[in-house]
């Protein structure tokens, strides 16, 4: 079997179960590093354990690439071979050997709260309505710690001000969560719908929702003329993290802020804070 159509077939396999499009592009992307390494020799029943280990260490594979991502990469290959040998579309699964490296997860990319101020007032000068959706948009983002899928999928008529809270539809893992809103969130909200009572919260110039990617570039814009360096979308949501657990030093709270399914995913955020350990040495 060939490479680009065993992946056709795992892919194929991962719409069947539900998952999202951000994850199949990932085992694409992985595996076509393979396939181009690989070249014309792409015949799956071919592939050796010892020719993957040259594949992952192949300076054309890790140049560039941080620990973490070729974990990831590995992580990939080992999915995806370990179901094609399952599915029996491979004589022998070639991948069984890999394992993922030893390594400490990156720090998440933050924003200071200082740079988060200076990047929502920059946005706020903007009173065209492109300015004032993108304001109440990041804001949203910044000071609640949800993500860019999620915010940008809100209907006026998921925000309820009165109880403080919003429903968000567009979830990671196709669920419908509650979101608490804060005062300050509250007021922006409240000025910014206005007497809007129905459609997109953050809509498009030309209707609908505002894009993704359109959204991504727009706070691009935003950070540039802010001075600030480019860290993408995500890092408010890290910003808000970071920040919740340097106030609280509650884990379980950051992770119910964030609609964690595991702990695990919010540890990366408990940084221990080396002047509070100073102060408690004798």
């Known amino acids: 079997m060939r490479l680009a159509d065993a992946i056709d077939q795992f892919t194929l396999q991962l719409e069947a179960d539900g998952r999202s499009p951000h994850t199949i592009g990932n085992y694409r992307r992985h595996v076509a590093l393979l396939a181009c390494w690989l070249g014309p020799s792409d015949d799956l029943d071919g592939v050796t354990p010892q020719m993957l280990a040259r594949f992952l260490v192949a300076d054309t594979t890790r140049t560039g690439r941080s620990a973490s991502t070729m974990n990831a990469i590995r992580t990939s290959l080992r999915v995806v071979f370990a179901w094609l040998h399952q599915a029996g579309l491979i004589r022998s699964n070639p991948a069984r050997m890999i394992r993922r490296a030893i390594c400490s997860p990156p720090p998440p990319k933050t924003l200071t709260d200082d740079e988060i101020e200076r990047l929502l007032a920059t946005i706020a000068r903007d009173r065209t309505p492109e300015g004032k959706r993108d304001h109440a948009l990041f804001a949203l983002m910044a000071w609640t710690g949800i993500r860019l899928s999620s915010a940008i999928g809100v209907d006026v008529e998921d925000v309820d001000l009165g109880r403080a809270e919003l429903r968000l539809r567009q979830v990671k893992g196709d669920r419908t969560e509650r979101v608490l ?44 003329r802010a001075g600030l ?36 995913s919010t540890l990366v955020y408990a940084t221990p804070d080396r002047d509070q350990l100073r102060r408690r040495l004798v």
């Open 229 to 264: 360096q480019h860290r993408g979308a995500h890092a408010l949501r890290h910003s808000f993290a970071t920040r919740l657990y340097r106030q609280t030093g509650d884990v379980l709270l950051v992770k119910t802020a964030l609609g964690h399914r595991s702990v695990e």
């Open 181 to 224: 809103l804060g005062p300050k969130t509250v007021a922006l909200l409240s000025v910014y719908l206005g007497e809007r009572r129905t459609g997109p919260a953050f809509p498009a110039i030309h209707g609908g929702h505002v894009g993704r990617r359109q959204a991504a570039r727009r706070l691009e814009l935003w950070l540039e």
